[in-house]
């Protein structure tokens, strides 16, 4: 068969000399030792944990060595593209402080541009008609429906999907049936032929797993779609040879088609990236582990934390404690030291299943959160709620001395031990709602309906705005005592049947009132907060309602 000859009238025209790209796309000037690591998601509007696992383990291992991270945009699927989805890309990745060098507009360096797949396809298809021409790849005129029945037949018969062997039925389609399906007008596809034999074993290095052994791969994939695009496998072995990435952090769902991959590199003559294949991220679900799930599990998705309002740094501290073994150790020495001093290894990185526990997030993120200053948290604060909360929420920030005397209050900031109340930004905005808007729910008064109103009765002659918050106790000692209530709580403890309560359970009724919560901070320095107005008339409307 005159290979050169079906190349022409399968890509015709004219390509570039191969060795045009050697010179393009040089191999990069860096310090030895430096990796070039890269994000490449597809824009199909989900990106994930994962992602974020393995786009912060390419970030520390490209700039701890002095080298370079990109973010290539991988659209060569337009079925499943998502407009807005590079976007939502971009901000997830921004929001959690991934720095790129260079990439998809991002700036920097733009010689191994462009970083958009489809803006590659000349090169693909130059490297594509290479092949034809030295008989490594063949058109393939089967149909969708042709396909199915192949797969359908070989699950029958409990043999491995794909089309290889005997099952490749038009890798062997002589010259004549070749052009006579051309002549015809019939849509195909462009298949890499595979040299592979399944007998064989390969013995390959994981930079994770260590030393693994694939089977050789045996299967005609499809290197160029019939809208001549290529697809993933293809584009992939391309781009990382002429973007020059020496290294190559991805999830372990891609071991399956490395022995796809090895060959790819092989046949086209580059030499190929390390491959480090991270662990999943799995779940407890009752009594077993499995993997997180796009459809069982919302916090799988980026846009969950983003939502939630979860603290950018939290998130990656969380993520370095199940990257790296070393990590948490390193983290609890140095708790306020730029995450970027820890020295990260990929030689650290889990071998196996990781567990994603969100409980031990929670913690992580209340540790982190109560390290800002008041002015710190007000910002994150706004920041989420000007593009999560409601227009309520939003509202809370136009007062900023009474949203800082609040975060001052609830974070402890003064204190002899910082709070650790705020999880998230969605939570902490719950928590200090009451400071902003009327409750319109409360905790049960536990004293009676009676008792409680008297007791808001005599405090609201007794309140003062401009009392200290010692002679604001004294008052409600006194409040305790005229109500059968033990004003001292040693003589409460003494004897507890002489008492209605203590006077303690007189600051709970009082604290209900105006907070909705039998649970707070100090409560003068809420009312001082809200104002004289704001405390009074929530202490009578909460008269008005226990006299109903």
């Known amino acids: 068969m005159d290979y050169q000859a079906l190349a022409e009238r399968l890509l015709p025209g004219e390509y570039p000399p191969l060795q045009s790209y050697e010179e393009k796309y040089p191999p990069r000037d860096l310090p030895k030792g430096a990796e070039v690591t890269r994000l490449a998601p597809s824009p199909t509007g989900f990106i994930h944990l994962g992602n974020l696992f393995a786009a912060i383990a390419n970030e520390r291992i490209a700039h701890i060595s002095g080298g370079i991270l990109y973010l290539r945009i991988e659209d060569t699927d337009l079925k499943r593209k998502v407009e807005g989805a590079v976007e939502a890309v971009k901000n997830a990745l921004r929001y959690f402080d991934i720095k790129f060098d260079e990439g998809a507009e991002i700036g920097g360096d733009d010689t191994y541009g462009p970083w958009y797949q489809r803006q590659r396809a000349e090169i693909y298809r130059a490297f594509v008609k290479h092949l034809i021409a030295e008989g490594r790849a063949y058109p393939c005129f089967c149909t969708e429906e042709e396909l199915t029945a192949l797969r359908e037949e070989q699950t029958q018969k409990k043999e491995i999907t794909g089309y290889y062997g005997k099952y490749a039925k038009c890798r062997n389609l002589s010259e004549e049936e070749i052009y006579r399906n051309l002549d015809a007008g019939k849509p195909f596809v462009i298949r890499l032929k595979s040299m592979g034999d399944p007998a064989n074993k390969i013995r390959f290095h994981d930079e994770i797993k260590g030393d693994i052994t694939v089977t050789e791969n045996d299967q005609d994939v499809v290197i160029l779609k019939s809208d001549g695009i290529p697809t993933y496998h293809f584009a992939h072995a391309i781009d990382d040879h002429f973007m020059r990435t020496t290294l190559v952090i991805r999830g372990e769902e891609w071991l399956a088609s490395l022995p796809i991959h090895i060959e790819l590199f092989d046949a086209l003559g580059f030499r190929r990236p390390r491959y480090g294949h991270n662990c999943s991220l799995m779940k407890q679900d009752g009594e077993t582990r499995r993997k997180l799930s796009k459809r069982k599990d919302p916090e799988l998705s980026l846009e969950f934390y983003r939502k939630e309002g979860y603290f950018a740094r939290a998130v990656k501290v969380y993520m370095l404690t199940l990257l790296n073994s070393n990590f948490e150790e390193w983290y609890l020495k140095n ?210 309602e226990l006299s109903k």
């Not at 994150?380 to 800082?404: C, I, P």
């Not at 305790?480 to 049947?497: I, L, Q, S, T």
């Open 335 to 544: 708790p306020e030291k730029p995450l970027e001093e820890f020295r990260f290894t990929a030689a650290k990185m889990s071998k196996s299943g990781t567990l994603f526990d969100l409980d031990k997030l929670n913690d992580i993120s209340a540790n982190e959160l109560s390290r800002l200053s008041a002015e710190e948290m007000f910002d994150f604060l706004k920041t989420w709620a000007e593009e999560y909360g409601t227009d309520a929420q939003k509202g809370y920030f136009t007062d900023r001395g009474k949203m800082l005397g609040a975060l001052t209050l609830c974070m402890g900031i003064g204190g002899k031990k910082r709070r650790k109340d705020f999880k998230t930004a969605s939570q902490a905005m719950e928590c200090l709602k009451y400071f902003f808007e009327r409750p319109e729910g409360h905790d049960p008064f536990r004293a009676e309906r009676e008792i409680c109103a008297a007791v808001l009765g005599d405090f609201r002659a007794a309140y003062r705005r401009e009392d200290d918050a010692q002679t604001w106790f004294s008052k409600i000692k006194e409040i305790a005592a005229k109500n059968g209530f033990a004003a001292e709580m040693k003589d409460y403890k003494a004897d507890p049947a002489a008492y209605r309560g203590s006077v303690a359970d007189v600051a709970e009724i009082l604290r209900i009132a105006t907070t909705g919560r039998a649970n707070t901070p100090d409560l003068w320095t809420i009312q001082q907060i809200l104002g004289e107005e704001e405390t009074l008339r929530r202490t009578d409307s909460a008269i008005t």
